[in-house]
């Protein structure tokens, strides 16, 4: 899977060189390019944002610096055969591409922009994300459904959002999402969008060594996973449930059961279907 991460703090983005997914990168099955916006402004300040039209608090996130940022990552993968970064370097580094270098992307007008405008979308298209507390909550559903693309886009929004026809514009050239990852708000995408990329990332097939452990989880079946124990037996006074310890396979998959369902009751009974 390719994605594609637009924002302009990219130092967010260094954890994603650690753990399972630096190694799915290093393994060429994520390919990861993270973008600073401010590269693709012209002024002296490489200002991205302005006053809001209508006036309020806060400032607007400007649509030129996103208009050239999604048309310099998306006129690459529409061009046929493009197989180098906007760097010129090859596709599997994951560096921050570094579109100041004198590079053709992001720095002017992008050739295929002129003839980018509405068009019936195919299964293939890239999905261009957008984070936003306005948008459908993220699921574990989503995740899953996520993880079958081929091209994901995320752009972080900061200050009080993106002027709105950066989302139109992008309509035009992918599928669009604005998605949340819950009822509370952050000072920006990028650590919805770290959170998105792991869900994601870790249900590519290849990811996580053992597949099996993501059966089992939470959400996986609409319920919250049971708890789980190691060795020893007995800590600091506190006993292993003897069934777990007795090898009877039926009973402990009774036993999780019970417990997932009891978790999800107490915790979430929001999850449960609404009771006859
Ligand atoms: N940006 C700010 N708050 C957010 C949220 N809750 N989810 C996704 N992106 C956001």
Not at 11 to 18: M, W
Request: hydrophobic content about 40%; some cysteine.
């Amino acid at each position: 899977m390719r994605i594609d991460i637009v924002t302009i703090f990219p130092e967010y983005f260094g954890a994603l060189d650690v753990s399972l997914l630096g190694r799915a990168r290093e393994d060429g099955i994520l390919d990861v390019k993270v973008h600073d916006l401010r590269a693709f402004t012209h002024d002296r300040h490489r200002t991205v944002d302005d006053k809001p039209y209508g006036g309020g608090a806060g400032m607007v996130m400007k649509p030129e610096p996103w208009g050239e940022a999604l048309d310099a990552i998306l006129d690459q993968v529409a061009a046929p055969g493009a197989t180098t970064d906007a760097d010129g370097d090859a596709n599997a580094d994951g560096d921050i591409v570094d579109h100041d270098a004198a590079s053709v992307v992001g720095t002017g007008l992008s050739a295929g922009a002129a003839d980018a405008r509405p068009r019936h979308r195919r299964e293939t298209d890239p999905i261009v994300i957008f984070p936003s507390p306005a948008g459908e909550v993220f699921t574990q559903a989503m995740a899953r459904e996520l993880s079958g693309a081929s091209h994901i886009v995320f752009g972080c929004g900061r200050y009080e959002g993106i002027d709105q026809r950066v989302f139109e514009y992008a309509e035009s050239r992918a599928s669009v999402r604005l998605v949340s990852l819950g009822d509370y708000v952050l000072n920006g995408g990028e650590v919805a969008v770290m959170a998105m990329i792991e869900a994601i990332g870790r249900l590519i097939p290849g990811v996580i060594g053992n597949p099996e452990s993501l059966v089992e989880e939470s959400h996986e079946d609409g319920l919250l996973e049971y708890p789980s124990y190691t060795k020893p037996a007995e800590w600091r006074g506190y006993a292993v449930p003897p069934v777990l310890t007795n090898g009877n396979h039926g009973a402990i998959a009774v036993w999780r059961r019970e417990q997932q369902l009891e978790r999800t009751r107490r915790v979430r009974p929001d999850l449960l279907p609404p009771a006859q």
